[in-house]
């Protein structure tokens, strides 16, 4: 049996097991970290009745959670539904009838839409709702922590097994429901990674929703198949609703302009902690992002639409560490 992509976590826990895997506004997640977080949330999805073959779908904006979901998922050779937010719960009716989850991991911004969603004859199929913030999860829902505190899964997902089922907008008709393997993943990461020249000294800012497969196949996975940080900065929404590209360092409160994604320009990569990249390091090399400068703060800016830009933590930097008890 060929391992499926759960095993890059293993891997990468016994060859720089320190070395941050995800990062977030909460702080930075070894891959060591990860790799036991993830075997955890398996061991709780499975004792929520989760099986090979099973869906789960997730409805989320970007965050190191998501990730976590996608890797046990992968373990436990289920697939994951990511659920496009900007939908309202009627549009997403014919995903959630044709997927037939059954089990929703909810970011709490979202809740109105997913009390939508259980009123809907299609979800039917959805066991368990689980939400990903404690403090403020509904009491129709399951809390993120306590599937973290199941004993490991074993690991049964396989190199050859479906994965994703990544939805079009259905322009023409019904949406349609594109199924990933593992196997898929596994090349896309091998050719995207050798497309951009990506090694675990890289960090990659994914200013991509992760419902759309470039949140996923473009950035995350490869990122994490050669061992390097994926920053995930979409955990804040500004007051339009809109998710906004955030800094990843600590105390600075910068964004990408007033922009939503769709005309996101520039990506702002500092102030503090952080080294200015050459742009021929951007993880995204066609974005054409040329060094540029805002209010003192580096970035790269493009004349068109934004594209995700790399950057490396300064020696100095005290952001990458561990924070609420995420461990090391």
């Given at each position: 049996m060929i391992w499926g992509i759960w095993h890059w976590l293993d891997r990468r826990a016994d060859i720089n097991p320190d070395h941050p895997a995800l990062i977030d506004q909460g702080g930075a997640l070894s891959y060591r970290a990860l790799a036991g977080r993830v075997a955890s949330?398996?061991?709780?999805?499975?004792?929520?009745?989760?099986?090979?073959?099973?869906?789960?779908?997730?409805?989320?904006?970007?965050?190191?959670?998501?990730?976590?979901?996608?890797f046990a998922a992968a373990r436990l050779g289920?697939?994951?539904?990511?659920?496009?937010?900007?939908?309202?719960?009627?549009?997403?009716?014919?995903?959630?009838?044709?997927?037939?989850?059954?089990?929703?991991?909810?970011?709490?911004?979202?809740?109105t839409q997913a009390e939508g969603l259980r009123a809907l004859p299609e979800s039917q199929s959805i066991r368990t709702f689980v939400s990903f913030n404690a403090e403020t999860s509904p009491p129709w829902a399951s809390g993120y922590e306590e599937l973290l505190r199941s004993l490991p899964?074993?690991?049964?997902?396989?190199?050859?097994?479906?994965f994703l089922i990544m939805y079009t907008s259905g322009t023409t008709g019904r949406p349609k429901g594109a199924v990933l393997t593992q196997a898929t993943?596994?090349?896309?990461?091998?050719?995207?990674?050798?497309?951009?020249?990506?090694?675990?000294?890289?960090?990659?800012?994914?200013?991509?929703?992760m419902f759309h497969t470039g949140g996923i196949g473009l950035l995350t996975l490869p990122s994490l198949h050669v061992g390097a940080s994926e920053?995930?900065?979409?955990?804040?929404?500004?007051r339009g609703g809109?998710?906004?590209?955030?800094?990843?360092?600590?105390?600075?409160?910068?964004?990408?302009?007033?922009?939503?994604?769709?005309?996101?320009?520039?990506i702002v990569v500092g102030p503090r902690g952080v080294e200015p990249l050459?742009?021929?390091?951007?993880?995204?090399?066609?974005?054409?992002?040329?060094?540029?400068?805002?209010?003192?703060?580096?970035?790269?800016?493009?004349?068109?639409?934004?594209?995700?830009?790399?950057?490396?933590?300064?020696?100095?930097?005290?952001w990458a560490t561990p924070a609420r008890g995420r461990g090391a």
């Open positions: 949330l398996a061991g709780g999805m499975r004792d929520h009745g989760i099986r090979r073959g099973d869906r789960v779908a997730i409805l989320s904006i970007n965050r190191a959670e998501y990730v976590e979901v996608l289920a697939m994951v539904v990511p659920l496009n937010w900007r939908l309202t719960p009627p549009e997403l009716a014919f995903q959630l009838g044709d997927s037939e989850p059954a089990m929703l991991f909810v970011d709490s911004e979202l809740r899964a074993p690991a049964e997902g396989r190199f050859e097994d479906p993943q596994w090349w896309n990461s091998v050719n995207i990674g050798n497309a951009v020249s990506l090694t675990q000294a890289d960090v990659s800012l994914n200013a991509l929703p920053a995930c900065p979409l955990s804040r929404r500004d809109e998710p906004r590209a955030g800094c990843i360092a600590p105390g600075d409160e910068c964004l990408a302009g007033d922009h939503g994604l769709a005309s996101l320009h520039e050459d742009a021929r390091r951007s993880v995204s090399k066609s974005a054409g992002l040329q060094p540029a400068e805002r209010k003192g703060t580096p970035c790269w800016r493009s004349g068109s639409n934004g594209h995700c830009a790399g950057f490396r933590p300064a020696a100095s930097a005290d």
